[in-house]
């Protein structure tokens, strides 16, 4: 299997991309939030081919890409809930699960066949660079193996896809480290699908509206698997100190091999998750532990994703 190329973020790399990405492969390029697998989201067989490379299961939908508000109402139908969620908060770390738009040229695979699209204004320079110069919506969900922890740097997706995708485009490590706040604005208001960095609070206060927790029943976005975001060794979670044969991920006063933020700073802790569960995964030790998150604000994202990871 022929090694990945990794090309640093610049004209050169993104024409590249473009050139791979209208032949139906897939590439990866850095967002500001983890690094995306990027395939036209009009062709049937480059979703297809992002499946196929993630191994990930078909009915768990993608996240559409687009440059800007206007593009994202060519796709999907927006109320005023929607508009001032996306003027508040676009581009950015939110993904809006909205009525797909009668139409659309999003290929049915991207969705999952659903009648929903969930669709994001990205705010990193790459992913705004490829999708102007692509000309079209691109699918990118995490570049990495389907379940498997998602990469925050392009180290991270050599390690999980190298040989398996054309092109890793290296954009630095994500500045927010967690993927996307989700939330599906229907007729029954404000539901979260996954928590992010936009936090319930957030999107109240852009809104006014309540926000319900979506809990079980069916897949309606992505990252709903209960089995998600996996290391390969066993995960232990608030954990005080490390047990014989753990590498204890700390926070705040619990101290470990590495720690998320030994100020207990969420923000600082959200951006190193993935980071230093890829550390972990690679260290001596046979299985990891993490010292207790706070439950609240961002704390409950990073929660969120570690308790998948656990489940596996």
């Given at each position: 299997m022929r090694p990945t190329p990794i090309l640093l973020f610049d004209d050169v790399s993104i024409a590249h991309?473009?050139?791979l990405i209208a032949q139906g492969e897939p590439v990866a390029v850095p967002t500001e939030t983890v690094y995306g697998l990027a395939g036209d989201a009009t062709s049937g067989t480059a979703i297809a081919a992002i499946y196929a490379a993630k191994g990930r299961p078909s009915f768990n939908p993608l996240i559409v890409h687009v440059t800007d508000v206007a593009a994202a109402e060519r796709l999907a139908v927006?109320?005023?809930v929607a508009r001032a969620l996306a003027a508040a908060l676009w581009p950015g770390p939110l993904t809006l699960v909205l009525p797909r738009?009668?139409?659309s040229p999003v290929a049915s695979l991207a969705t999952?066949?659903?009648?929903?699209?969930a669709i994001r204004v990205p705010a990193h320079p790459a992913m705004q660079a490829l999708l102007k110069a692509c000309g079209v919506p691109l699918?990118?969900?995490s570049a990495n193996a389907s379940g498997t922890i998602s990469p925050t740097r392009a180290a991270h997706v050599a390690v999980s896809l190298g040989g398996r995708i054309p092109l890793i485009i290296d954009g630095g490590a994500c500045v927010v480290g967690l993927e996307s706040t989700i939330v599906a604005v229907d007729e029954t208001g404000?539901?979260?699908l996954r928590p992010g960095v936009v936090t319930a609070e957030v999107l109240t206060a852009a809104t006014g509206l309540p926000i319900t927790t979506a809990t079980g029943g069916a897949i309606e976005s992505p990252g709903q698997m209960l089995s998600h975001y996996a290391p390969a060794k066993s995960l232990?979670?608030?954990a005080l100190d490390a047990q014989p044969g753990e590498y204890l991920i700390g926070f705040g006063i619990v101290m470990g091999q590495s720690s998320l933020s030994p100020s207990a700073d969420l923000v600082e802790a959200a951006a190193a998750l993935f980071d230093q569960l890829h550390c972990a995964d690679a260290s001596p030790q046979a299985r990891i532990a993490v010292a207790p998150i706070p439950p609240h604000g961002l704390g409950l994202a990073i929660i969120d994703r570690l308790t998948r990871a656990a489940h596996a």
């Open positions: 991309a473009v050139s927006f109320d005023d738009r009668e139409g999952a066949g659903l009648a929903t699209i699918a990118a969900p404000l539901r979260l232990r979670l608030n």
